[in-house]
């Protein structure tokens, strides 16, 4: 509605983020185009670990009533693109029509809307590999819209934040708001899977352009990661790193618990690369094995 407050702006003033100008905003021009690559553009892997991370969280309305019916579509669909295999992206998008109920509900449910956010975010990664800019453009909107909702109700939701640092990088790949979101992101939900994730791919392309906070966050996140042994999306982070990027991982790496150590390298080697671990041997150091 017209005059209507940004809720976008509320949201950041009101976690003592102080206003946005208008011209701060996300807008159109710099938008990649089909013949480019997005910015952000995940491996099936890890666009995978969007529906696994926190998944018994999902598809619920304010009503606080599971959504059984879609959430049978959850799991087969995760377990397909974790292994890199094709997937039915009707299946996404009966999500997406079962939930944006919430956004005409009367009661604000920031959890509902930012689980609907997240599956906008799958619809428009779905049209970015097909390379559909126009589709993906539209996409990225109706997701914009849910985040914003969501931190319209509650400005402490990580999910709603990262998406809009996801949105506002994909569009200009690097501005302050992006840094205000991203900071946000971590400051609402440093170790939720989903968006720890989605920062430090982020934070990896932007690197070495990183402030000491930053750089403090994204070798924090990977430590995490590797301490809980989720080496293997350490690895799967390094393969799709830049070279200069690769560094901070595997120095940090190299002081994780062994296992975590392995389970990198092995993913880093099935990519078709190597890395250089303390806990792991070199590559013919034992040919007869």
Same mark, same amino acid.
């Given at each position: 509605?017209?005059?209507?407050?940004?809720?976008?702006?509320?949201?950041?003033? #009101?976690?003592?983020?102080?206003?946005?100008?208008?011209?701060?905003?996300?807008?159109?021009?710099?938008?990649?185009?089909?013949?480019?690559?997005?910015?952000?553009?995940? #491996?099936?892997?890890?666009?995978?670990?969007?529906?696994?991370?926190?998944?018994? =969280?999902?598809?619920?309305?304010?009503?606080?009533?599971?959504?059984?019916?879609?959430?049978?579509?959850?799991?087969?669909?995760?377990?397909?693109?974790?292994?890199?295999?094709?997937?039915?992206?009707?299946?996404?998008?009966?999500?997406?029509?079962?939930?944006?109920?919430?956004?005409?509900?009367?009661?604000?449910?920031? +959890?509902?809307? +930012?689980? =609907?956010?997240?599956?906008?975010?799958?619809?428009?990664?779905?049209?970015?590999?097909?390379?559909?800019?126009?589709?993906?453009?539209?996409?990225?909107?109706?997701?914009?819209?849910?985040?914003?909702?969501?931190?319209?109700?509650?400005?402490?939701?990580?999910?709603?934040?990262?998406?809009?640092?996801?949105?506002?990088?994909?569009?200009?790949?690097?501005?302050?708001?992006?840094?205000?979101?991203?900071?946000?992101?971590? +400051?609402?939900?440093?170790?939720?899977?989903?968006?720890?994730?989605?920062?430090?791919?982020?934070?990896?392309?932007?690197?070495?352009?990183?402030?000491?906070?930053?750089?403090?966050? =994204?070798?924090?996140?990977?430590?995490?990661?590797?301490?809980? +042994?989720?080496?293997?999306?350490?690895?799967?982070?390094?393969?799709?790193?830049?070279?200069?990027?690769?560094?901070?991982?595997?120095?940090?790496?190299?002081? #994780?618990?062994?296992?975590?150590?392995?389970?990198?390298?092995?993913?880093?080697?099935?990519?078709?690369?190597?890395?250089?671990?303390?806990?792991?041997?070199?590559?013919?150091?034992?040919?007869?094995?």
């Amino acid at each position: 509605m017209a005059g209507s407050p940004d809720p976008i702006k509320a949201a950041i003033a #009101a976690a003592g983020q102080g206003a946005i100008s208008d011209t701060g905003g996300p807008h159109r021009e710099g938008y990649p185009s089909s013949a480019g690559k997005p910015v952000v553009k995940l #491996a099936a892997r890890l666009a995978g670990l969007i529906m696994v991370v926190g998944a018994a =969280l999902w598809l619920s309305v304010s009503t606080g009533v599971k959504r059984i019916d879609s959430g049978l579509f959850l799991r087969p669909v995760a377990l397909h693109m974790m292994a890199g295999e094709p997937y039915d992206a009707a299946l996404i998008e009966a999500m997406d029509a079962d939930m944006s109920v919430v956004l005409s509900d009367p009661v604000c449910d920031y +959890q509902a809307l +930012q689980d =609907l956010a997240v599956v906008r975010a799958a619809l428009a990664e779905t049209a970015f590999q097909g390379d559909d800019a126009d589709l993906a453009d539209r996409r990225l909107t109706a997701t914009e819209q849910a985040a914003k909702a969501s931190l319209a109700c509650s400005p402490g939701s990580p999910r709603a934040w990262t998406i809009l640092a996801w949105i506002e990088h994909i569009r200009h790949e690097d501005t302050p708001l992006l840094r205000t979101y991203l900071r946000k992101s971590f +400051q609402t939900g440093a170790y939720e899977g989903w968006p720890l994730i989605r920062r430090m791919e982020i934070l990896l392309s932007l690197y070495p352009k990183l402030d000491p906070a930053e750089l403090a966050d =994204l070798k924090q996140s990977v430590n995490w990661l590797a301490v809980k +042994q989720w080496g293997e999306f350490v690895g799967e982070l390094y393969l799709a790193a830049k070279p200069e990027a690769r560094i901070v991982i595997r120095d940090v790496l190299a002081q #994780a618990p062994e296992r975590a150590q392995k389970r990198a390298a092995d993913v880093i080697r099935n990519g078709g690369e190597d890395i250089d671990l303390p806990a792991v041997e070199p590559l013919g150091s034992r040919p007869w094995k």
